[in-house]
Nanobody
Framework: QVQLVESGGGWVQAGGSLRLSCAAS????????MRWHRQAPGKQREPVAS???????DYADSVKGRFTISRDNAKNAVYLQMNSLKPEDTAVYYC???????????WGQGTQVTVSS
């Protein structure tokens, strides 16, 4: 089992920045990929960024150049630095961990990010 707890959401004006954190506990050695997803009102949850255990990262086109994902394996944490925020970035952001074996997914409870114009 893996437990994930997000923090760092809040309200910010367009053009501002926020940094999200996700702390993992439990069987953290089983984690291969850590991702951030988001879900806006009335929309499906979508992937935002991912960080693999080999150090590789990937981003949704909508956030490339503005968001940066980083992973600290020693602290069992993943972060999402969000710059140049836009109102369309408003959503609940979820941390996700996927295991090496069986590719099982674990989710955090989510943290709200609101960007005002």
């Amino acid at each position: 089992q893996v437990q994930l707890v997000e923090s760092g959401g809040g309200w910010v004006q367009a053009g501002g920045s926020l940094r999200l954190s996700c702390a993992a506990s439990g069987n953290t050695l089983s984690i291969k990929v850590m991702r951030w997803h988001r879900q806006a009102p009335g929309k499906q949850r979508e992937p935002v960024a991912s960080a693999n255990d080999d150090g590789s990262t990937d981003y949704a086109d909508s956030v490339k150049g503005r968001f940066t994902i980083s992973r600290d394996n020693a602290k069992n944490a993943v972060y999402l630095q969000m710059n140049s925020l836009k109102p369309e970035d408003t959503a609940v952001y979820y941390c996700n961990a996927q295991t090496r074996l069986f590719r099982k997914d674990y989710w955090g409870q989510g943290t709200q990010v609101t960007v005002s114009s």
